[in-house]
C-alpha cells in the first residue's frame, strides 16, 4: 500500500467499535497498511473515505469470487511472492473438464467423481471446486443440455468455456443463478464478452497472447466497468507457463502493476495428451501460482495428491493446524472405556486416533485445546498440565458416562500424573500410556482388551 497505517487512520471514523474485528480503528488502519483487512471491513467508514482508500487497500491481486452458497470458491487475494512472508489466503481451485462432443457415460463418470472424492484430512474436508462445460461441437442445443445437466447435477462452481458470444449468452440463460466463471474474453469477443459479464454481474476469464496483451484487454474491460477478471497469458508450454505466472505475481506484487493483479487460470490439458504429464504440469502450476487450474479428467489417484499439496501451500505456516477441544468416541465405546489424552494439534490428534482406531479397543479420545501445540511442547508452554487437563474432564461430562473410570496420559507427561490426580479426585485412576504413539494397539490391548 502506498499510504501508511497512520494516514489511513485520519480517514478513518475513529468509533473503536470493534465491528471490524479489532479493538480500535488505529489497528484496523494498521491491518490495512499490512494488507491484512479490506476496507470493507468497516460499516461507518464515509463514502468520501472509500474512494480514497479503495485503491490503496485493496490487495495487489484482485479477489474473485466463483459460485454461490456452500459451492462458492475465491481466487487472487493474495499480498506476497513467498508463503514464509505471510501466508497464502484462497486456495487455488481445481475444475474437471467435461465437453459437449464427450459420451454421455464419460461425463457421468466425471460427474460422478466429482461428487464422490471427498477427503477429510487433519479435520479439514478436501475436494475439488469446479466443472468446467466447454463448447466443443459448436452446437448451441448440446452445449445447453450439457450446461443443464452440470446445473442439476453438481452444487459446486461451473466455468463456461467457449468464446462464442452466443453459445455463452445461452449457457449464461441457464446457469445464471449459480455465478459461473465465462471463459473467455479476446480481442475478438471482448465487447460483447464484456457486456454479458457486466450485465448478468458475473466474474468474466480473459484471454490473449502475452502478458502486454493481456494487460491492454484488462484495462479495456476495466474501462469498462467489469472488475472480477480472472487471467490467461495463453501460454500453452509448461516452461512458458511457469514464467508468466512468476512474471503475473510479481508485475502485481511488487510493482503494482492493476492490469495484471488478477487471478490466473491454466489448462494443462492443452499442453499434453499424458495424463500422468498433465497432472505433474498442474503440481508444478499449483506451486506457481495459479488462481484455477482446469484438468482432463479426476481420478483419486490425481486428484487426492493435488488436494494435499494445495492443503500444504495454502496452510498459514505462522499457525499451527488444530482441532475441536472435546471427547471423541473411538471404535463405539461404553461404561468400561478408557479415556486417553491428547493435545488438539491437528497432526498428534489424526496419529493418536489412527492407533486407538487400530485397537480395535473401545475407547474415548480426550482432546484438550492446547492452540494447536504437540503434547510436548505444550506440557513446557504451561498448556497441557494436570490442572488444565483435569478441569477439562470434569467439566466434559464424560464421567456420568463411565463405571470404570480410567485415563490414560502420554508417557512423556507422565510428569503431571500427580497434579491430574488431584484434580480429577480418587473416583479416576490415572495410568500412564506409552511415550510412541505406535505402541497404543499394545498398550490398550494389554490393559483394557475384554
Not at 123 to 138: E, Q
Not at 159 to 188: F, G, Q
Not at 412 to 437: C, F, K, M, N, T
Amino acid at each position: 500500500m502506498g499510504l501508511t497505517g497512520i494516514q489511513i487512520f485520519q480517514l478513518l471514523p475513529k468509533t473503536n467499535c470493534k465491528e471490524c474485528g479489532v479493538p480500535t480503528c488505529l489497528a484496523f488502519a494498521m491491518n490495512l497498511a499490512a494488507g491484512k483487512a479490506e476496507l470493507s471491513q468497516c460499516p461507518y467508514v464515509s463514502e468520501e473515505a472509500k474512494q480514497k482508500l479503495a485503491a490503496e487497500s485493496a490487495p495487489p491481486i484482485r479477489t474473485v469470487e466463483i459460485g454461490t452458497g456452500d459451492g462458492a470458491f475465491k481466487v487472487g487475494g493474495e499480498t506476497v511472492l513467498f508463503r514464509h512472508e505471510k501466508t497464502f489466503f484462497n486456495p487455488t481451485g481445481l475444475a474437471v473438464l467435461v465437453s459437449d462432443d464427450e459420451d454421455e457415460a464419460s461425463i457421468d463418470g466425471k460427474l460422478e467423481r466429482f461428487n464422490d472424492l471427498v477427503y477429510e484430512r487433519v479435520g479439514l474436508i478436501l475436494k475439488s471446486n469446479a466443472v468446467a462445460v466447454k463448447a466443443s461441437s459448436g452446437d448451441q442445443g448440446k452445449f445447453v443440455n450439457l450446461v443443464k445437466k452440470v446445473v442439476e447435477k453438481t452444487d459446486r462452481g461451473i466455468i463456461l468455456m467457449t468464446e462464442n458470444a452466443e453459445l455463452m449468452t445461452a449457457a449464461v440463460e441457464v446457469a445464471a443463478a449459480r455465478k459461473p466463471l465465462l471463459y473467455a474474453a479476446t480481442a475478438d469477443n471482448a465487447d460483447a464478452m464484456g457486456k454479458l459479464a457486466k450485465e448478468k454481474k458475473l466474474p468474466l476469464a480473459v484471454k490473449a497472447e502475452g502478458l502486454e496483451a493481456l494487460a491492454e484487454l484488462t484495462k479495456k474491460l476495466n474501462d469498462a466497468g467489469v472488475e472480477d477478471l480472472v487471467i490467461d497469458p495463453g501460454s500453452r508450454q509448461i516452461l512458458a507457463a511457469l514464467q508468466d505466472e512468476i512474471r503475473i505475481r510479481e508485475s502485481a506484487v511488487q510493482k503494482k502493476f492493476r492490469q495484471l493483479g488478477f487471478p490466473t487460470i491454466v489448462l494443462p490439458f492443452e499442453m499434453t495428451d499424458d495424463f500422468m504429464l498433465e497432472n505433474l504440469y498442474a503440481a508444478l502450476l499449483l506451486a506457481k501460482y495459479a488462481g484455477i487450474i482446469v484438468l482432463s479428467d479426476f481420478q483419486g489417484e490425481n486428484l487426492f495428491p493435488l488436494l494435499l499439496e494445495r492443503l500444504n501451500i495454502y496452510t498459514d505456516p505462522q499457525r499451527p493446524m488444530k482441532t475441536e477441544q472435546k471427547i471423541y468416541e473411538i471404535n463405539n465405546p461404553g461404561p468400561d472405556s478408557p479415556v486417553l489424552c491428547t493435545s488438539n494439534f491437528s497432526l498428534t490428534y489424526f496419529i493418536v486416533s489412527g492407533e486407538i482406531e487400530n485397537s480395535r479397543v473401545p475407547s474415548y479420545l480426550a482432546v484438550l485445546d492446547t492452540e494447536g501445540l504437540s503434547v510436548l511442547t505444550a506440557w513446557a508452554a504451561g498448556k497441557f498440565v494436570g490442572d488444565l487437563l483435569g478441569s477439562f474432564i470434569n467439566k466434559s461430562g464424560i464421567k456420568d458416562k463411565l463405571q470404570k473410570r480410567n485415563i490414560i496420559i502420554p508417557g512423556y507427561a507422565a510428569v503431571i500424573q500427580g497434579d491430574l490426580e488431584e484434580e480429577v479426585g480418587s473416583d479416576w485412576q490415572v495410568h500412564v500410556g506409552p511415550r510412541e504413539a505406535a505402541n497404543i494397539p499394545a498398550f490398550l490391548r494389554e490393559k483394557f482388551a475384554g
